[in-house]
């Protein structure tokens, strides 16, 4: 049977024992300490004031060595003071150890039944019959029976049928045991009002640190609350931008739309009249090598002039219409690369409309005239026929 009792720093077991009349409790190893050491008083006469006549001191040692054990175990657990667990386990085994040595007769306590009629004998000097009231309640053996152990016998088997002051020492033993209650009353009323005044100390302990957690809480709430003003003004401020850019990007889907495919509109077409460029340029060129290696390599009184003439016309269509291909290989170039820009400038126009005041009005209004601006060909004006050509035959025929 055990309880729990507190500590300044750890919570230790209580030592709870059940003695010959009631149950005792300590509250640490060196109170039961003490107390051990007050129950081997009660059969020291047997070494000190007895000759060994009848084998007292032999009866001192018996019962000195449970003692001694129940000494050891509870040293043990003085040095486990500092391990909770340990030290229960080890109350758990001086609890056990205490009552197998009672209940086997080993050792007995100042409240047994018959301490009294033995602290009795003891203070009217009759040592030798203690010394038998001992051996008799714990079936030991004394030697040498002689006419002084059956006078002490005579004695305690009178006082064990009651005919020998058998209630004053019952009477002496009760109040032992009461004087025991009372002193253990007095130490756990003086715990709990220790117990009562730490409580009270902690309470007001916690009620400061509540107070300074409230203040503190009412601070941090008022900052939470700036910053969370400051946060939805932002947030607001973000979605205004975001929606200003969502709307100007769906007006300007199209031209990005637009301005892709006549990126690669021109894209492709420059690609084919650059193709007809060169074609035409070899056509040329081919056509010139061949009149020169197979016409003009005669004398000129044989040569034909309608050969002449036609050769003429057919260069200058050449020439003509390799400088047409190149005007359109140029103009769609430069209508790719207008394209291309101002597709780019379209993106760029939308990634600056995402951060907040990053264009002014003037600004965005120079950038959309410059975005919408009416875009030039790069055709030569006034770009016609072969004029010379022309020129050539009106004044070869006839007038």
Partial sequence: MTEE??????????????????????????????????????????????????????????????????????????????????????????TSQFHQKLEGKQIFTSEAPFSGFISQRIDEGDYQCAAVAIAYFLDENLTNFDLALATGLQKVLDWERGAYGKAKSETQSLFNLREAWDEELTRQTGQADQSQERLNTLTGRADKLLEGQRKRFEENVGEYEQELSSAIEKARNDLEALTQTYDDKLALQAPVRYWKLQEKYHRDKSILFAIATGLSAIVAISGLVWFALYVLNQQV????????????????????????????????????????????????YLALLRKKNALHDDERQLILQTLFRPSATGMIKEDSGPVHLVDLMNRMAPK
């Fill in 5 to 94: 009792t507190s500590g300044q720093d750890v919570k230790l077991k209580r030592i709870t024992i059940k003695t010959e009349s009631g149950t005792r409790w300590f509250s640490s190893a060196e109170d039961f300490l003490n107390w051990v050491r007050q129950q081997t008083e009660l059969f020291s006469f047997l070494r000190t004031k007895l000759q060994n006549i009848h084998g007292e001191q032999n009866l001192q040692q018996r019962l000195m060595q449970p003692w001694s054990q129940l000494q050891q175990i509870t040293q043990k657990l003085k040095q486990l003071e500092s391990t909770p667990d340990r030290y229960t386990q080890q109350v758990d085994q001086l």
């Fill in 301 to 348: 009184g044989e040569l034909i002039v309608g050969r002449l003439v036609t050769m003429a016309v057919l260069t200058t269509f050449a020439i003509w219409a390799v400088r047409l291909c190149a005007n359109l290989f140029m103009s769609h170039n430069h209508l790719h690369v207008d394209a291309q820009e101002r597709r780019t400038m379209i993106h760029t």
